[in-house]
C-alpha cells in the first residue's frame, strides 16, 4: 500500500480493489460516465483519485458508494484489495422471495411417474 498522499487513476484503481475483472472494463464503465467522484461525475479513464474520496458506481444490481483509504501498487489477492477501501453503503438485505426453495415441496419440478401418467390420461381425454 503507499502513503495517503499518492494519486492513481481511476480505471486503475477500481481494477486493483478488485471491483472489476479487467482494467478494460472498469475503464470503459468509467468512460461511460457510470462512476462519481465526491458526487461529481467522472468521464476519463485518466481521473486521478487520492485517499479520502468518495465514489459511487452501480455495480450488478445495487448502487455501491465507496471511500478510498489507500492507493494500491499492485492487484493483489482480495484481503488486500479490501483494504483499499471502506463500503459506506448498507448491506443488501435478500427478499424472502429471491431465497432459492427446494422446487418439490411446492408442487414443481420433475413428475413422478405416477404424475406423468395422471398428466397423459388427462390430455389424452380432452383430445376426444
Known amino acids: 500500500m503507499t502513503e495517503a498522499g499518492d494519486k492513481l487513476r481511476l480505471d486503475k484503481w477500481l481494477w486493483y480493489a478488485r471491483f472489476f475483472k479487467t482494467r478494460s472494463l472498469a475503464a470503459s464503465i468509467v468512460a461511460g460516465g457510470a462512476v462519481r467522484i465526491n458526487g461529481t461525475p467522472a468521464s476519463k479513464r485518466s481521473t486521478t483519485i487520492t485517499s479520502g474520496d468518495v465514489l459511487t458506481f ?24 479490501q483494504a483499499l477501501y471502506t463500503d459506506l453503503a448498507p448491506p443488501e438485505r435478500t427478499p424472502k422471495d429471491k431465497v432459492p426453495h427446494n422446487p418439490a415441496f411446492e408442487g414443481k419440478g420433475r413428475p413422478t411417474k405416477r404424475d406423468r401418467r395422471q398428466l397423459d390420461l388427462s390430455k389424452a381425454r380432452h383430445l376426444d
Request: proline share 8%.
Open 58 to 81: 452501480a455495480k450488478d444490481d445495487h448502487i455501491r458508494v465507496i471511500r478510498v483509504e489507500a492507493c494500491g501498487t499492485r492487484r493483489g489477492p482480495a484481503p488486500e484489495a
